[in-house]
């Protein structure tokens, strides 16, 4: 993903679920999943703090 897109994000990690729930995955394809479901998350979570600081910020100016 050369732009991070949130919504694109979540529903990329809803895929990875989905796929490493099934079962039907090799090793080597869950492991490969897993980590980028890892680094997807990693991302979100950034988004999700830096937009919790936003809002925390234009409280206190209130």
Do not use: H, P, W
């Not at 994000?9 to 995955?25: D, F, H, Q, T, Y």
């Not at 950034?46 to 234009?58: D, R, V």
């Amino acid at each position: 993903m050369s732009e991070f897109d949130y919504e694109k994000s979540v529903k990329r990690l809803e895929e990875i679920v989905e796929s490493l729930e099934s079962g039907e995955l090799s090793l080597e394809k869950s492991i490969e999943l897993f980590g980028e479901g890892t680094r997807i998350a990693a991302d979100c979570y950034e988004i999700l703090k830096n937009a919790e600081q936003k809002i925390t910020e234009m409280q206190e100016l209130e």
